[in-house]
């Protein structure tokens, strides 16, 4: 295997409608003095074999984001598309828009606390399995229940994982898998998902519990704290 990082081409999907925060669009809410998607294209702009990023946003978002393209880190990004009706035709309209890359690196653009080791295990495992995704040991005892709140059995949780992104893909497989199930990936909640549903092998690498993605206004008090003690402790 070629242990040589290969170039990567990124899609951050940013085209969500924010619904669960109850107020603004949470990737414009202000993190440590930058809007919320700043510090997460940052974060990817950081990755060393990074060859090209492109951010999917809403109407809104591609509004906002063009009166700021010059300056950093909008400045980094490549291409501005626009979002689909649900977060796979997103990814797909960012895989049209992206370039031939061996590896595609998927990132939630609501997940800005992402460690560039994280990502850089991410590429890794992709070049060794073709597919795979961040993901940590689930905590909580998990139970299945039926429509009237019953439950009908607990999971075993030492075979559960939590998905998060980023997802990072050999480019020509993820590909691949969007062509192959079609519109069935709008049923999908993440790209993994649309690989497993193609036939292909999906594998994992270790996450972090810090990455959180922001969907309601609890998600944001505990990632404006994370922002913070990681700022002390650079300045230490």
Known sequence: MDDRPAAVGAIIVAAGSSRRMGGPDKLWIDLGGRPLLARTIAAIAALPPLAELVVVGSPETLRRAA??????????????????????????????????????LVHDGARPLVRRETLERGVVAAQAHGAALAAIPVTDTTKVVDQDGRVRSTLDRTALLAAQTPQVFAGPLLRQAYERIGVARAGCTDDAAVV?????PVYTFPGERDNLKVSTQADLALVRALWAARMEDEDE
């Open 67 to 104: 009166e700021l393209i010059g300056d950093p880190p909008w400045s980094r990004v490549d291409r501005w598309v626009a979002g689909g009706a649900t977060r796979q035709d997103s990814v797909f309209c960012g895989l049209e828009a992206l370039g031939p890359h061996p590896i595609i």
């Open 196 to 200: 497993e549903l193609a036939g292909l």
